[in-house]
């Protein structure tokens, strides 16, 4: 069996130096303004980065009042995340299945551009929502096509090596997000290649 895990953080290792001006961290950036829109109108003192990347995502939600916090499979984007953050923001080396952090920790969770690459999604947002206080939010951006291309897609990372695992339809989404103990689930699209989803924890 596949190893998608090992495969991400190997090539997230290498790409590490060079992601800002990758395709994906082209791809990552339309996302994160979408996401800093969402937030804007909630108010939060605490929040954990899930696929942190190399910080650009912390760096637009940074505020002196918010205690910023990230996890990265990859130990060469997290070095690269601390050269952006500096010592103030509480970066880790972890998985996205196994969050290093205690119950109710924070007052909002996002992940943007990485969802794809998780083995077993329903254990990720149930980590998720087990960091989350009570009333507090998740946002999930993520690579998005239509079906039936996303099916295709999805046939095609048999193929890869950069540790992808599988595109979501929104209905996927949802459910996978009630699952774990979310409601008030809403959706947006950012283009034709992405979607933005958030919910609230119980």
Same mark, same amino acid.
């Not at 090596?161 to 699952?179: F, I, M």
């Given at each position: 069996?596949?190893?998608?895990?090992?495969?991400?953080?190997?090539?997230?290792?290498?790409?590490?130096?060079?992601?800002? /001006?990758?395709?994906?961290?082209?791809?990552?950036?339309?996302?994160?303004?979408?996401? !800093?829109?969402? !937030?804007?109108?909630?108010?939060?003192?605490?929040? #954990? $980065?899930?696929?942190? *990347?190399?910080?650009?995502? #912390?760096?637009?939600?940074?505020?002196?009042?918010?205690?910023?916090? *990230?996890? $990265?499979?990859?130990?060469?984007?997290?070095?690269?995340?601390?050269?952006?953050?500096?010592?103030?923001?509480?970066?880790?080396?972890?998985? %996205?299945?196994?969050?290093?952090?205690?119950?109710?920790?924070?007052?909002?969770?996002?992940?943007? $551009? %990485?969802?794809?690459?998780?083995?077993?999604?329903?254990?990720? +947002?149930?980590?998720?929502?087990?960091?989350?206080?009570?009333?507090? /939010? !998740?946002?999930?951006?993520?690579?998005?096509?239509?079906?039936?291309? @996303?099916? +295709?897609?999805?046939?095609?990372?048999?193929?890869?090596?950069?540790?992808?695992? @599988?595109?979501?339809?929104? %209905?996927?989404?949802?459910?996978?997000?009630?699952?774990?103990?979310?409601?008030?689930?809403? @959706? %947006?699209?950012?283009?034709?290649?992405?979607?933005?989803?958030?919910?609230?924890?119980?």
């Amino acid at each position: 069996m596949r190893d998608r895990k090992t495969e991400s953080r190997v090539f997230f290792d290498e790409l590490s130096p060079k992601y800002d /001006h990758h395709f994906y961290g082209r791809h990552g950036r339309a996302q994160y303004r979408r996401v !800093v829109a969402i !937030v804007g109108a909630w108010s939060y003192s605490s929040v #954990l $980065d899930v696929g942190c *990347g190399v910080g650009t995502m #912390l760096k637009m939600l940074e505020l002196p009042t918010v205690k910023l916090a *990230g996890v $990265d499979i990859s130990g060469g984007m997290i070095d690269q995340a601390k050269k952006r953050l500096g010592e103030e923001a509480d970066l880790r080396v972890g998985d %996205s299945e196994n969050l290093p952090w205690d119950a109710r920790r924070f007052d909002l969770v996002v992940c943007t $551009d %990485s969802f794809h690459h998780y083995p077993n999604p329903g254990k990720a +947002l149930s980590e998720m929502r087990r960091v989350l206080k009570p009333g507090g /939010h !998740v946002v999930i951006a993520d690579v998005w096509v239509p079906f039936p291309l @996303r099916q +295709l897609g999805n046939w095609m990372t048999k193929f890869g090596r950069e540790g992808d695992v @599988r595109v979501y339809a929104e %209905s996927e989404l949802k459910k996978l997000s009630q699952d774990a103990g979310f409601i008030e689930f809403k @959706r %947006s699209f950012v283009s034709f290649s992405a979607i933005v989803v958030q919910a609230q924890a119980k």
